[in-house]
């Protein structure tokens, strides 16, 4: 079964710092480009930051770059989203997801759009408090 679990959310104030992890099981980690997405309530899910198949490239959205990075741990099929200098407009359901890496010369890398996604975790609850 194909499950990606997040975690590490919760009440932080601004100004603090974060770190979420996406838990992967259920399929070869190494074969999707993982991104995040996050939702705050009444607007849209939106991309925060992917990550290509191979770790060639990761990719940010201007709301969040310089504060927020992407890595992965393979040998434990984990990526993580650690958020610096949070604001109250960072308050949303983070998302993490896997989904197509796409291939250029010896490099790869990932798209921010959520219909690239096809495995999607549960969602964890931020809240930056101000």
């Known amino acids: 079964e194909v499950q990606l679990v997040e975690s590490g959310g919760g009440l932080v104030q601004a100004g603090g710092s974060r770190r979420l992890s996406c838990a992967a099981s259920?399929?070869?980690?190494?074969?999707?480009?993982i991104g995040w997405f996050r939702q705050a309530p009444g607007k849209e899910r939106e991309g925060i930051s992917c990550m290509s198949r191979t770790d060639s490239s990761a990719w940010y959205a201007d709301s969040v770059k310089g504060r927020f990075t992407i890595s992965s741990d393979n040998a434990k099929n984990t990526v993580y989203l650690q958020m610096n200098s949070l604001e109250p407009e960072d308050t949303a359901v983070y998302y993490c997801?896997?989904?197509?890496?796409?291939?250029?010369?010896?490099?790869?890398?990932?798209?921010?759009?959520?219909?690239?996604?096809?495995?999607w975790g549960q969602g964890t609850q931020v809240t930056v408090s101000s």
């Open positions: 997801a896997a989904g197509t890496s796409y291939s250029y010369g010896s490099g790869d890398y990932c798209r921010p759009q959520s219909y690239e996604y096809y495995y």
């Open positions: 259920g399929f070869t980690f190494g074969d999707y480009a």
